[in-house]
């Protein structure tokens, strides 16, 4: 189903000092089988408050419709406009009457994030991988209108969507300065998922379309990374490279959980780990520094990374 294949950025010099390397841990789908993608829940959460009016609102509508036309039989797509209250809709591809219901929602009232979040984690989940995306041209407000001082909770609340298996990604729709960039890319990062930036609203649909079509090639949406480590040796950080970029850490001890790995491209997960330092002595060869395995079904044996210690570098 999944390759293991493991690269060092360097070997290691043999001397007193202690070493920190990079050990990029890729996953790639098998050329030897066909891997079977997972139908999709996506859940789409488009403010639709006052600052919307106009191009923004036209523009986002559009990419509605744009983004059913694109469903797969079994995806299914829930949608809503916030802004003082949540305007939730079902759609599929036998449902594409209630898109029309949407169209005629009004852009008016103020950007309730919180009630947009809480949908969206409310979405019941049907089996498959669940992706929320939410879409907003401004700052998160309070019911009377006032921006939201403390994001905390919100960004607590990605997170623990994230725990659930809803991968969050959030678009900044407009002129950037109307909204908190760093704020949705927080979001974003806690969800387990990216960032888009559609400072022209022409860009809104186009990059939707990219990002569904991405989130269609997922297989498997839940895997955890293992790592037993020799003696001396600790994880200093680690993050996710590509296909996208996404920070991680340990859920536990030597477990990383990575989110939606997909059949067309491979996921590659990159390990600083600081190294301790061996005797002049000892003699330079290859060791054992790690042991990398995915917990789940279907997927390959535990891999050993062999580090190569030299007296020297080349």
């Given amino acids: 189903m999944f390759d293991l294949q493991l690269a060092w950025d360097r070997p290691a010099k043999i001397s007193s000092q202690i070493s920190e390397h990079i050990l990029r841990v890729r996953i790639v789908a098998s050329g030897n089988h066909r891997i079977q993608t997972l139908p999709l829940q996506l859940a789409v959460a488009i403010d639709t408050s006052a600052s919307m009016q106009g191009e923004k609102w ?10 059913v036309a694109q469903l797969r039989k079994g995806d299914r797509l829930s949608l809503a406009g916030f802004a003082d209250w949540v305007t939730p809709l079902v759609l599929d591809q036998n449902n594409e009457g209630n898109l029309r219901t949407i169209l005629t929602l009004v852009a008016e009232g103020v950007t309730r994030t919180d009630l947009a979040m809480n949908w969206i984690r409310s979405v019941p989940p049907l089996g498959g991988a669940r992706v929320g995306i939410l879409i907003t041209d401004g700052h998160p407000t309070t019911d009377s209108g006032e921006i939201v001082e403390d994001l905390s909770p919100l960004i607590e609340q990605a997170e623990m969507m994230a725990a659930v298996g809803i991968t969050l990604y959030t678009v900044g729709l407009g002129d950037a300065a109307h909204f908190n960039t760093a704020f949705l890319v927080s979001l974003s990062d806690k969800g387990r998922g990216t960032f888009m930036y559609a400072d022209n609203p022409t860009l809104l649909a186009p990059q939707l379309q990219e990002r569904l079509q991405a989130v269609q090639m997922v297989a498997v949406d839940d895997v955890i990374l ?29 477990e990383i959980h990575l989110p939606n790995l997909r059949a067309d491209t491979s996921t590659d997960v990159l390990l600083a780990l600081e190294v301790s330092a061996l005797n002049p002595s000892q003699l330079s060869g290859t060791y054992v520094i790690a042991q990398v395995q995915l917990q789940t079904l279907d997927f390959p044996p535990l891999q050993s990374a062999v580090l190569q210690f030299t007296p020297s570098y080349p």
């Fill in 58 to 67: 036209e523009r986002a509508k559009t990419a509605c419709e744009e983004l």
């Fill in 226 to 254: 293992q790592l037993n480590l020799a003696a001396g040796v600790k994880l200093k950080s680690c993050c996710q490279f590509r296909p996208d970029y996404l920070p991680l850490n340990e859920t536990a001890t030597g």
